[in-house]
């Protein structure tokens, strides 16, 4: 993709951030705008992350002109917002080819640039990680500073909280920024702002703080009374007690679209010592009208004409295993009034919209609190309701813990809706969702549903909802494979596999979506092919019967290999002094970067032709 960068004169002398800091400061107001306008060319033309980078084009001008990055450490949490961020570090010439096999990462990536610090893609480790980083620098005494910018959604993690009560106690020289979208100011509020923001971070106002401080530390109630006009003064102008109660000196909040005001605030508050926090507000998706009006909508784009104003109509296509989930769930709701849907901040994704609209009461978006999710799960279930936790599969890492000590310990009526299951593409190895059986199966009290089609998946959730117990139902990321799906639901007999053809000597269990795969493998080599339906508890009575009439047996799952499915049929079949072949395919011991679903399947030999040729060359053997 070629742009014509006589459009961009001053972005192209800004390629690395020394280069940006040799622009004069007045012609920031121009970069910014050259670097949006970019933004939406290569993005438009390309897909991507946009509407959180088009907010976050000033503050990523004034910080690397300000900061000397990459000596001095900043850390972008999540991520979503550093398209401008990897414009300014060297890669504007490769922007095109974010997202896509082989080409730049869709969030901060160690192995990618010496500028992203921190590997991200989950929310609200930014400050925890920041600390870290400082406290390093102060035990090594030199002047490296450190920056952390997390989003007014994302600061709502306890992880967060965590880390400036920590940081508020040891106290180090850091700066974390709030970057919050969520509220406006107008223009004499955010004028006034800007003008305490100048005042409270500069020099003048620090050195009467400080030299009032000392002066009057000898005399206990004097200086208690100094500390409480500070307090009050600042109080008056500045909403920010909360964080100083924490231990921050709080600054804010200001206009985070006024790059002039913010390099000034900034660059006075890199001198200042201790913990710092400047509150900046801005507009998500600004400068790009359609994308402020629907932020949500251009959260993350398929590729778009700018000047239509609008996205392309998406084609009517197959129904995803989230649509099946979602119309699931509000039958569900209708059938049973004890039904309670919880979501970690993924209402769109998790496709809840419908049911928060028509069960307003019953809908809990807890934010990104992935932890409290699951244990306000377990309070309502031990309380007569049947929560279901609708939740992404590398999203429930984070709250593991909960999952074993809150829920499956205590044996409580709860489903997880496990969306994102298995390869989700092209947002790469934090999105993954490869471990989750692993990580599920050595829990006790707990049954694991991995459906291989829209109308198993309907069945499964049902299922999972009336059993008595902790239930789980993973399903993969996309479009199902086209089949009817059965309206009126059916219980499922618990731990019971599906044979859907008989062979000889050669048996495939699929765990999952790549039963598809293995179809036409099974009638070319004659296989039994088996869709397994459950891994917890497996088919044992089945296991059995195949031992005797199969000298070779192969797993398919998308999860990880070790400790996966595959592993408890070995497991298993351990226990049965099977002497016959095994063979195990799913996802390889390591982190899966990004490219399409079918990219990535084919890279790993797990798509048909890949299957198949494993399976030939496990038989010749």
């Not at 050259?34 to 084009?57: C, D, I, P, W, Y």
């Not at 049911?355 to 009461?361: A, D, E, L, V, Y």
């Not at 190895?429 to 707990?446: E, K, L, V, Y």
Request: with cysteine; glycine share 8%.
């Amino acid at each position: 993709m070629q742009i014509d960068m006589t459009d961009y004169p001053l972005l192209t002398k800004a390629n690395l951030p020394e280069q940006l800091r040799q622009l004069p400061q007045e012609l920031l107001p121009q970069l910014s705008q050259e670097l949006r306008n970019f933004l939406l060319k290569t993005v438009s033309q390309s897909s991507g992350h946009f509407a959180s980078g088009l907010g976050a084009v000033e503050l990523t001008v004034a910080l690397h002109y300000v900061y000397n990055t990459p000596i001095d450490r900043l850390i972008w949490d999540v991520g979503h917002q550093a398209y401008p961020h990897k414009i300014l570090t060297g890669r504007r010439d490769r922007m095109h080819t974010i997202r896509q096999k082989d080409g730049l990462h869709p969030f901060p990536y160690r192995e990618e640039s010496e500028y992203d610090v921190l590997t991200v893609g989950h929310s609200s480790t930014s400050i925890s990680a920041a600390l870290g980083m400082a406290i390093a620098a102060q035990q090594a005494k030199n002047q490296r500073k450190v920056v952390a910018v997390i989003g007014d959604g994302a600061i709502t993690a306890g992880m967060a909280f965590e880390a400036l009560n920590h940081a508020g106690e040891v106290k180090p020289d850091m700066l974390v920024i709030l970057n919050d979208n969520e509220m406006s100011i107008s223009e004499n509020v955010g004028a006034l702002n800007q003008y305490f923001a100048r005042i409270l971070s500069g020099s003048f106002y620090t050195s009467l703080r400080e030299g009032g401080k000392k002066i009057l530390s000898g005399v206990p109630p004097l200086h208690e009374l100094a500390s409480r006009a500070e307090e009050h003064f600042k109080g008056m102008v500045t909403p920010g007690t909360f964080f100083e109660e924490l231990g921050f000196n709080y600054i804010g909040p200001i206009d985070g679209h006024d790059v002039l005001a913010l390099v000034d605030t900034i660059r006075n508050m890199r001198q200042l010592k201790g913990p710092q926090l400047l509150h900046i507000v801005t507009k998500k998706g600004k400068g790009y009208a359609p994308a402020e009006a629907d932020p949500i909508g251009y959260h993350a784009v398929a590729k778009f004409d700018p000047t239509a104003n609008s996205q392309p109509v998406k084609k009517p296509g197959l129904p995803s295993f989230s649509n099946i989930f979602g119309q699931w769930i509000c039958d569900m709701a209708l059938q049973d009034e004890r039904l309670q849907a919880i979501t970690p901040a993924m209402r769109e994704g998790s496709d809840l919209v419908a049911f928060s609209k028509r069960f307003p009461k019953r809908y809990f978006d807890v934010a990104i609190a992935e932890q409290h999710a699951v244990t306000l799960a377990a309070g309502m279930a031990i309380e007569g309701l049947k929560p279901v936790v609708a939740i992404y599969s590398s999203f429930l890492q984070r709250g593991y813990d909960q999952l074993i000590h809150d829920v499956a310990l205590q044996q409580l009526d709860i489903l997880f809706a496990i969306d994102r299951a298995g390869i989700v593409g092209a947002d790469g190895p934090t999105h993954q969702g490869a471990f989750d059986i692993s990580f599920m199966r050595c829990i006790p009290n707990i049954t694991i549903m991995v459906p291989s089609d829209e109308n198993e998946c309907r069945q499964m959730l049902y299922t999972g909802y009336q059993h008595s117990g902790v239930a789980a139902v993973r399903y993969p990321r996309g479009a199902g494979t086209g089949i009817t799906v059965v309206e009126q639901m059916e219980l499922l007999p618990v731990g019971k596999a599906k044979v859907i053809r008989n062979g000889k000597g050669f048996a495939i269990l699929a765990f999952g979506p790549l039963l598809a795969a293995c179809q036409q493998l099974a009638i070319e080599l004659d296989a039994t092919l088996i869709d397994m339906r459950f891994v917890k508890p497996l088919d044992e009575s089945l296991l059995i019967s195949l031992t005797a009439s199969h000298s070779h047996i192969m797993t398919v799952e998308d999860n990880a290999v070790m400790g996966g499915a595959g592993s408890a049929v070995n497991e298993f079949l351990a226990t049965q002094q099977y002497s016959g072949k095994l063979l195990n395919l799913g996802l390889p011991d390591e982190f899966i970067k990004h490219g399409t679903q079918q990219e990535i399947y084919q890279e790993l030999g797990l798509d048909q032709v890949g299957i198949t040729l494993k399976a030939k060359q496990f038989l010749n053997k």
